[in-house]
């Protein structure tokens, strides 16, 4: 059967509670909104219930612990093509287990969740390294952001822990939201209108620019042409975090 959720967390395990209950597995999970149907093809739209997502999360945590979670969480959030199938193939599997079946390579399933948990955890890290605060004329920091993977969930308790005194925004402007801290709580926000992967200087102070500019100066002066090695340094620095970084942007 194929099923259609709303493309929220909730919303798929809630798919695996309706797949457990109606003794139905799925051949296909899809977000409503992207969901193309075939000619004979009728999907079961199931409703997003918070508690029934608990339950199944509830169950995986039993049979494959807290490591468990977090892989199928993480695998979710990298927004693959076919990771909800991925997803529900492991937990069914887990649930029918009678070992933990985390650690279960044999399983091609387990792999590939494996591996793109790896490519998460890359991910991240590159957010850590790459994130550039401006300061905005309001007093916010704000740091543009578009990674290949919806990360900003995993990263977000990163810079409330590193910058607890100060108060920023980190926006993602592939997904249109963002993580917004006050110096006191942290919340996801959305911003009425689709924000560019720049920031205007209209928006910035004078000594936000100004910095950026000697930063970008130094950054110029320090390079040794004869010692570059692109192809290490864009190992290290994709080129597709460039225009995020203000030593990139042209002098």
């Known amino acids: 059967m194929t099923y259609c959720y ?47 997502a608990k339950r199944v999360l509830k169950g ?25 199938i991925k997803i529900h193939h492991f937990i069914r599997t887990a649930m029918k287990a009678s070992e933990n079946v985390l650690h279960n390579y044999r399983d091609d399933t387990v792999l590939q969740l494996h ?4 490519m998460i955890g890359r991910e991240v890290h590159r957010m850590h390294a790459f994130v550039r605060f401006q300061e905005t004329k309001d007093g916010m920091l704000v740091a543009l952001i578009n990674p290949d993977f919806n990360v900003l969930p995993l990263s977000g308790k990163h810079f409330v822990d590193r910058y607890p005194a100060l108060h920023w925004l980190i926006y993602d402007t592939k997904r249109h939201y963002g993580w917004h801290y006050d110096q006191h709580q942290s919340r996801f ?19 936000e620019t100004d910095y950026q500019a000697l930063w970008q100066t130094y950054f110029k002066k320090t390079d040794i042409p004869e010692r570059r090695n692109m192809k290490l340094h864009m190992q290290h620095v994709p080129k ?12």
């Open 6 to 52: 709303d493309g929220s967390w909730n919303g798929l395990l809630s798919v695996v509670f309706e797949s457990f209950r109606l003794l139905t597995p799925a051949s296909n999970i899809v977000p409503t909104d992207i969901f193309q149907p075939g000619l004979f093809e009728i999907p079961f739209t199931v409703e997003t219930n918070d508690a029934h």
């Open 115 to 118: 591996k793109i948990k790896k």
């Open 189 to 207: 926000i959305t911003l009425t209108e689709k924000q560019h992967e720049y920031l205007s200087a209209d928006l910035l102070t004078n000594s």
């Open 240 to 251: 597709r975090y460039w225009k995020f970084l203000v030593e990139k942007w042209e002098v």
């Open 60 to 84: 995986v945590e039993k049979k494959c612990g807290k490591k468990g979670t977090d892989l199928i969480y993480q695998c979710f959030l990298s927004e693959q093509p076919g990771i909800e």
